[in-house]
């Protein structure tokens, strides 16, 4: 079911078309909070900003952060390194995991495209605005970590 959330995340964020209609749902709140400027590309389920993160925007959503709520699932994340440009070793692998470990409620994966990306699950029921402000800042300092990872 998760790694179904991340894919419905990308394939909402760029196989719909930005629509300017309002959204009033509690997730909506959260995301206008933020203090980032988001695009919506589907009212009330997908936002997209590219002034959240300072690792460098590339190919498809590289660099990128998504947010998008699919029933009671709301995921934030974002693809650190996309496929073609991911140089994996033993030692980075090493690595990944670690960070893995390390952060706290965040995900450190490898997509079914092979893209290296990051994420945070939440429960829209029971998320509060705390719980989300924590997530989407962990993601966004999350980022950073395992960019820097990647280029040492």
Do not use: H
């Not at 140089?87 to 995991?97: F, G, N, R």
């Not at 390390?102 to 290296?116: A, H, M, R, S």
Request: proline letters at 2%; aromatic letters at 6%; charged letters at 20%.
């Amino acid at each position: 079911m998760k790694k179904a959330a991340i894919g419905l995340l990308l394939f909402l964020a760029f196989s719909a078309r930005a629509v300017s209609q309002e959204c009033t749902s509690k997730l909506q709140g959260f995301v206008n909070k933020t203090g980032y400027k988001f695009k919506v590309a589907k009212p009330c389920q997908v936002w997209v900003a590219t002034d959240a993160l300072t690792i460098p925007q590339g190919e498809g959503v590289t660099g990128v952060l998504l947010i998008g709520q699919a029933g009671d699932v709301v995921v934030i994340g974002t693809v650190v390194q996309p496929k073609a440009k991911l140089e994996l070793s033993a030692d980075v692998l090493l690595k990944l995991m670690q960070l893995n470990n390390e952060l706290e409620f965040v995900k450190v994966g490898i997509d079914n495209d092979g893209d290296l990306f990051l994420r945070a699950e939440l429960r829209a029921g029971s998320m509060t605005a705390e719980d989300f402000s924590a997530s989407v800042k962990k993601v966004v300092e999350a980022s950073t970590q395992v960019y820097a990872t990647l280029k040492k």
